[in-house]
């Protein structure tokens, strides 16, 4: 919106209250905003608005008319009215008023407000339309006059119209002028004089109004059209009287000429209404696809000409404007005559291509009616070609379209047999002579006749059969139209068949598997052909059948028999026809039949039979078990003997035997071996151990898989080789066996004596060089050696070769100068050779579990140690790390390396014992520390932890040594102590109690024998070990089921010795001296070597400084007078640990305790006495022999481990 504002402004020419600007009149277009100007030369009395009259208050706002308000700014007099958004009811007086003011009159100026509104549309003949576009207006041209209306609507204050041509020219209109409320509407009327110069002709009405400002037009036009009629219509294509072709096209054309505008022509067909009193025609239109040309006008329409156009009239139909608004039309019509059909006929009650059924030995009638046709049609019967006779003349009746219907009649069956029809077609032809139609109906003729006989083959009536044999029969049903049905039933009950049909004959197949339960079944075939009377024909049968069931009662005391017994069955069974002939016989395992067999028959019911015989076997044999126990019932069928069998398998309760195996083996070393030894024993399982030729019990590991009686060796060592056994247990008993297996590998010399001697030896003496050999196949004879490489040939006096158990020697005889230098022996067999002059081997550390750990008390700042055995030559060099940080030699830490006594194994010929000795542990000592041996053939590491005191590790490896009747030999593997010293506690249970029975062992003890045990009876073992800190968890439970065989007692001649009391008396003074003796020696070396250590600490070597803290390191003190552990001390011990204690037993050396490591229990001497290690303060081990004398002596007597240090 636009704001329409005027204001005057001027200079005050007079003193008093007077108006700065008057209002004054003014004119908007709706919508705009509008101010009306009054401003006042302050000071002034109260100013006001009044509209028409109506006082408006004296508030600035207006608040009772929001679209009105006074602007402007008071101060300075400018009482402006504004007016948001004009409306029409916005018009009026507005009047500014000021009230007295001092000795000032008041003041009023009026303002006249006047409202616009442009006009909405324009149209002519009230007719809208775009003014962009032209109207048309239709004008005849023998009208006298003719009159446009054009009419502006909603315009304030009314609009003018003015008519003009395409010229410019304006033409005169009268015009009148309406109010609507506020608004105005303005119509002009143009007089025309109708004449064909007038034709397209333009006017323009043009609306002239205020508020069209800046260019802005409004305005509509008209084109005259002046209309004048078209000339008759002419038809051609078709003459009156002329026959149309049914089917045939025609063409019709319908012509107007001349007109303004030109005509439309239309074709239309009447339709006659099809009621009998007569009504108005119906015209139908049929085609208004006319062309318009310069002049005229066309219609051509073209069709095909059927029975309907036959007496119809089409009718030519020509407008256009002149003719349409005078409510005319100009026309012509034509009536067409057309021959035609009949299009079809039909016989009555027929369908096309037809069958019409009729029963043999009926009649029936046919007729015939033919569709309208014109002129008449001419109608026949035909027996396929053959022309019939009607029964009467054709009878005729008017059809539709004007022309005629013909009906004929036909019975058939009168004077022939209808069966002489079957299969032939009979039909009616209609034709129309003058068109040449010819149509038929027709009927393929079905006679229905019975059939000639029913037949069964494939079975004769009364024939045997067998049961479980299968019978197909059929029943054959021939001739008949339609083909009859056959049907087999039993006993009224349908069966199920095979059917089968051509046009000649039906056929009903059953074949089915006889039963016991058909015997004198009675099987009838029954044929029907529709609507004719059933035909039947039957067999009967006669089964011959086993019995359905044979058993031998109480059967199931097969499954467990005694050796021994002597059992008697009876086999039974049931129906048979006839009946049936039992045998009873036992298979034996060689496929042999053994008959042990009474009979006895028993009744004959409903028809069938019934047996039974009654047996025993003999003495009940472990050659029974897996026998079949066979009851044999039989029958002849036609000369065929049937049998049917019951068998039964034979278990006898027996120990586990294994079947044939061989029983040695070769395997390449590094090789994998695989053996699977098959026991069989009842009742099941038959479980399987496997032992290695050490004695230790077989379970699947890195190195073995076991599974039951199969044993999988990955790679086969050489410490594999040896005897293997097997033990197979079920709950009766155990039998064991045994396999050797021998291992193949090249040679190797494991061991040499006399090479590398740097002694001088004197010429003329004896040297004897040796060679060790381990090699599988092993031939010492093919030993051979050499001399700086170079092969020794001699050998006579000087050189002897010679050959004892694994050993090869050379004996070199009266030793001269030229002979020394270096030797070595050369060994090969099949698998390789081996050259040796001295004996080298990389360091390899042993894993034991028992040295993967340490623990020491940290509470009281004692020497910890960590042992690292190891198998190397040359000695290696041993190096000791706490994470990646090597350890310093220093106060806190010292090693040693021990060389430890050679075993019989070839792999640690030379072992030693790296000691790592840790002073003052604390907790922070603890954790991981690497053990790394290194020569120059190579490096081994282990990591050995240590920890504080803990409870010791579950023993491993328990294993049975031996089991008899009433004992068994355990053994087990000790774990990790747990830093003290350790026994061990076993437990065992009846497998059917819960009952327990404890054994405790006595220290350093791996191996028990549990005796007083009960013949033939399974016993759940576990072991659990125990120090002064806790007890380990007890291991799985290993189950062992004492042997069955006891032993016969053997009772020799011992003959008694009777000893005098005196002697024995003697005797037992005699040690109880030697033992005070001992004690009171052994207190004195102690006192002796306390006085060294304490006279040499500050110089003695680290290596005395371990050693004796080893030795002497005294044990925790307990309080008890025996200096042993005490019942019931344990600590942090469970309910059931409380129940079964452990008794610890410790020999006291006055105030000193001496404890050896259960590794060198064997060794206790050795590991005092190192060369490499020296205890002794001077190293001089003979200053204190008889020290030593008397450790040795009381090594024997010592009963309970000790430890140098906190392990």
């Not at 009949?342 to 029936?364: A, K, M, W």
């Not at 009649?409 to 079957?422: A, N, S």
């Not at 350790?982 to 249970?989: A, G």
Request: charged residues 20%.
């Amino acid at each position: 919106m636009s704001a329409c504002v005027v204001l005057i402004l001027g200079l005050p020419a007079q003193s008093g209250q007077y108006y700065i600007i008057k209002p004054h009149d003014l004119s908007a277009p709706l919508g705009f905003n509008v101010t009306i100007p009054c401003v006042i030369q302050p000071p002034h009395g109260d100013v006001q608005w009044t509209k028409d009259g109506l006082a408006l208050g004296y508030d600035r706002s207006l608040a009772a008319f929001p679209t009105w308000k006074i602007v402007g700014s008071e101060s300075e007099g400018q009482y402006n009215f504004f007016i948001d958004g004009l409306k029409l009811e916005d018009e009026g007086l507005f009047a500014c008023e000021v009230s007295p003011f001092m000795d000032y009159p008041a003041l009023k100026e009026v303002a006249n407000l006047r409202v616009l509104v442009k006009p909405s549309r324009v149209q002519i003949n009230d007719r809208l339309t775009d003014s962009n576009k032209i109207q048309t207006i239709n004008i005849r041209y023998d009208e006298p006059t003719y009159q446009v209306n054009c009419k502006v609507d909603g315009a304030k204050p009314s609009a003018q119209i003015k008519w003009l041509n395409e010229s410019g020219h304006e033409f005169y209109g009268t015009s009148r002028t309406y109010q609507q409320g506020r608004l105005y509407s303005t119509i002009s009327t143009l007089h025309l004089q109708p004449s064909l110069a007038l034709h397209k002709e333009k006017f323009t009405c043009d609306v002239r109004h205020e508020t069209l400002t800046n260019g802005e037009k409004l305005r509509t036009s008209f084109e005259v059209d002046v209309t004048a009629p078209p000339s008759d219509p002419v038809i051609s294509g078709y003459t009156t009287g002329q026959r149309l072709l049914d089917g045939t096209q025609l063409q019709l054309s319908c012509v107007a000429r001349g007109g303004q505008p030109l005509s439309r022509v239309i074709w239309y067909r009447l339709i006659q209404n099809s009621n009998p009193e007569g009504g108005p025609i119906e015209e139908k239109l049929v085609d208004n696809s006319f062309n318009v040309n310069s002049d005229y006008t066309e219609n051509n329409y073209t069709f095909i000409v059927t029975p309907q156009d036959n007496n119809s009239t089409l009718k030519c139909d020509v407008i256009n404007s002149y003719l349409y608004t005078l409510g005319k039309q100009m026309n012509k019509q034509i009536t067409l005559q057309v021959n035609f059909g009949p299009s079809e006929v039909s016989i009555l009650g027929n369908t096309p291509n037809s069958t019409t059924t009729i029963v043999d030995s009926t009649t029936r009638q046919f007729l015939c009616r033919s569709t309208t046709s014109n002129p008449r049609p001419l109608l026949l019967w035909k027996l396929d070609n053959q022309i019939l006779t009607p029964d009467v003349p054709p009878h005729d009746e008017p059809g539709l379209n004007g022309g005629t219907q013909v009906q004929i009649v036909k019975t058939i069956g009168m004077d022939t047999r209808l069966k002489e029809y079957h299969g032939r077609m009979l039909i009616c032809e209609g034709k129309n002579p003058e068109t040449g139609h010819i149509v038929q109906d027709r009927t393929l003729l079905n006679i229905l006749y019975d059939a000639t006989e029913l037949e069964i083959h494939g079975f004769q009536n009364n024939q045997i059969v067998k049961a479980g044999d299968t019978v197909s029969i059929e029943c054959l049903l021939r001739g008949g139209n339609p083909v009859g049905k056959v049907q087999w039933e039993k006993g009224g009950v349908y069966l199920r068949s095979e059917y089968k049909m051509d046009a000649k004959y039906a056929l009903a197949k059953i074949e089915f598997k006889v039963q016991p339960s058909a015997n004198n079944v009675i099987l009838t075939c029954k044929g029907q052909v529709e609507n004719f009377k059933e035909k039947s024909a039957s067999v009967q049968l006669r089964v011959f059948f086993l019995p359905s069931e044979l058993t031998i009662l109480d059967n199931q005391r097969l499954n467990s028999l005694t050796i021994d017994d002597r059992p008697e069955f009876i086999c039974k069974t049931t129906h048979s026809n006839p009946q049936s002939q039992l045998r009873v016989y036992r298979q034996g395992n060689d496929g042999r039949h053994y008959l042990d067999t009474t009979d006895e028959i028993y009744t004959q019911e409903n028809g069938g039979f019934i047996n039974s015989v009654k047996f025993q076997l003999p003495p009940v044999n472990v050659i029974y078990h897996g026998n079949f126990l066979t009851c044999e019932a039989s029958i002849d069928v036609n000369g065929e003997i049937i049998t049917k069998h019951a068998s039964y398998v034979i278990n006898v309760n027996h120990k586990p035997h294994f079947n044939d195996y061989d029983p040695f083996g070769d395997v390449k070393e590094n090789q994998p071996f695989n053996l699977t030894l098959e026991a069989t024993g009842y009742p099941m399982p038959v479980t399987y151990t496997w032992y290695h030729p050490n004695g230790r019990a077989l379970v699947t590991d890195a190195a073995y898989t076991v599974q039951q009686g199969h044993l999988l060796i990955h790679s086969v060592k050489k410490t594999d080789l040896g005897v293997y056994k097997c033990k197979a247990t079920n709950i009766i008993g155990t039998t064991e066996t045994n396999f050797t297996l021998n291992v193949l590998y090249a040679p190797t010399v494991t061991k040499t004596h006399g090479f590398s001697s740097f002694d001088a030896v004197t010429p003329g003496t004896t040297v004897t060089l040796k060679c060790q050999i381990d090699a599988n196949p092993m031939n010492l004879s093919n030993v051979r050696w050499y001399k700086q490489s170079i092969p020794i040939v001699q050998n006579g006096i000087r050189f002897e070769r010679r050959f004892e158990l694994n050993e090869a020697s050379l004996i070199i005889r009266s030793v001269r100068k030229e002979d020394a230098g270096q030797y070595a022996c050369e060994i090969e067999n099949p698998f390789g050779q081996n050259r040796m002059d001295s004996l080298t081997d990389p360091p390899e550390i042993v894993r034991d579990p028992a040295y993967a750990k340490a623990a020491s008390d940290s509470d009281r700042f004692l020497t910890a140690e960590l042992h690292c055995r190891i198998s190397a030559l040359p000695k290696p060099t041993v190096q000791w790390f706490k994470g990646s940080d090597e350890l310093p030699l220093i106060t806190k830490y010292r090693t040693v390396l021990n060389d430890l006594p050679s075993t019989s194994s070839p792999q640690l010929l030379f072992t030693y014992d790296s000691v790592l000795f840790i002073a003052n542990v604390t907790k922070e000592d603890h954790g991981i520390y690497r053990c790394k041996a290194e020569n120059q053939l190579g490096a081994s590491t282990v990591d050995v932890q240590l920890t504080g005191l803990t409870r010791p590790d579950t023993p491993t490896n328990l294993q049975v040594g031996n089991v008899t009747y009433n004992s068994i030999l355990l053994q087990w593997q000790p774990g990790f102590d747990g830093g003290a010293p350790q026994q061990f506690q076993i437990r065992y249970r009846l497998q059917t109690s819960d009952r327990y029975h404890y054994e405790d062992i006595p220290p350093r003890i791996t191996a028990i024998e549990v005796k007083n045990l009960e013949i033939g009876t399974t016993y759940l073992f576990s072991i659990r070990a125990n120090n002064s800190f806790h007890l380990s968890p007890w291991t799985d439970e290993f189950s062992i089921t004492t042997s069955r065989d006891v032993p016969q007692p053997i009772y020799p001649f011992v003959p008694q010795t009777r000893f005098s009391l005196t002697v024995i008396l003697i005797v037992c003074a005699l040690g109880i001296f030697l033992l005070i003796f001992n004690i009171i020696l052994i207190a004195i070396f102690v006192k002796r070597r306390r006085k060294k250590s304490d006279n040499d600490s500050t110089t003695g070597t680290n290596e005395t400084e371990a050693n004796t803290v080893e030795i002497f390191q005294p044990p925790p003190i307990f309080t008890d007078d025996n200096s042993g552990y005490p019942f019931n001390t344990y600590q942090r011990y469970d309910d059931e640990d409380v129940k079964r204690p452990f008794v610890t037993h410790t020999t006291t050396l006055g105030p000193k305790t001496l404890r050896l490591s259960p590794q060198n229990q064997n060794n206790g001497e050795k590991r005092i006495l190192q060369s490499q290690s020296p205890v002794w303060k001077n190293n001089d081990p003979d200053e204190d022999l008889s020290y030593v004398d008397s450790i040795r002596q009381l090594q024997h007597s010592i009963i309970d481990d000790s430890y140098a240090a906190i392990k």
